[in-house]
């Protein structure tokens, strides 16, 4: 079972409407990260938290620490916001900070 | 802000040629680290530095790899003898904490083995 698992693995949807990515994670955790992926490869970090929730712009990210569970929402969405949206944890294994990575989904938002 | 930067974007090489991927993490940040990418899988863990010697290292990092803080900036990751298999994006992060503070994250380099 991966550590990381995130849903839907691929979401195509119309402009202007709400997207919801999901998160959830089996490992204790200092904190997780929300990450863009464009199709040119580069990775952004979007967000991290380790509690409540956070906002920028029209992205917004929510964790529950009891159900370790995570979502990424996208307000309005845009055809700029197509890009694989990767969930991954920060957690202390064997004396070491590690990233642990999901699969990404895969957003297309259509005009 | 602050940038991680990865150098070459694209880095094209045959197979069983020595390849180094250059990486110039935030100045001030105190942790490093390479990741890999093959296309259409998910980001490998490879390898994190600390205090210039390797902190941990996945499966994936053999001895055909091997990393180095040559000059107190640039960060590079060296594959030796290169594969088809070693084909992947890499990308190069900092952060400047003990993991929870936030990494930034390379560009990346897209190496294709011929």
């Known amino acids: 079972k991966n550590e990381v698992e995130q849903s839907p693995q691929n979401l195509t949807a119309q402009e202007g409407e709400f997207i919801t990515i999901n998160c959830s994670y089996s490992v204790g955790i200092s904190a997780l990260h929300w990450l863009q992926q464009h199709p040119g490869g580069g990775i952004v970090s979007l967000f991290m938290?380790?509690?409540?929730?956070k906002k920028h712009g029209r992205l917004i990210a929510t964790i529950n620490i009891q159900e370790k569970h995570s979502s990424l929402h996208i307000t309005a969405s845009h055809p700029r916001d197509s890009a694989v949206y990767i969930c991954?944890?920060?957690?202390?294994?064997?004396?070491?900070?590690?990233?642990?990575w999901g699969a990404g989904t895969k957003l297309i938002i259509k005009p | 802000e602050p940038e991680v930067t990865q150098t070459p974007s694209h880095q094209v090489t045959q197979m069983g040629q020595e390849v180094i991927l250059r990486c110039v993490p935030i100045?001030?940040?105190?942790?490093f680290y390479w990741y890999r990418q093959i296309l259409g899988q998910k980001v490998e863990f490879l390898v994190s530095f600390y205090n210039n010697e390797i902190s941990e290292k996945s499966e994936i990092f053999d001895d055909q790899f091997s990393v180095e803080r040559p000059d107190g900036s640039n960060f590079t990751l060296k594959i030796r003898s290169t594969k088809l298999e070693d084909s992947a994006m890499y990308f190069c992060?900092?952060?400047?904490?003990?993991?929870?503070?936030?990494?930034?994250f390379g560009s990346g380099t897209r190496l294709t083995v011929v």
């Open positions: 100045s001030n940040h105190l942790y």
């Open positions: 991954a944890v920060t957690s202390y294994m064997d004396s070491n900070y590690q990233l642990i």
């Open positions: 992060a900092s952060d400047g904490g003990q993991g929870p503070y936030g990494y930034t």
């Open positions: 938290l380790s509690s409540g929730k």
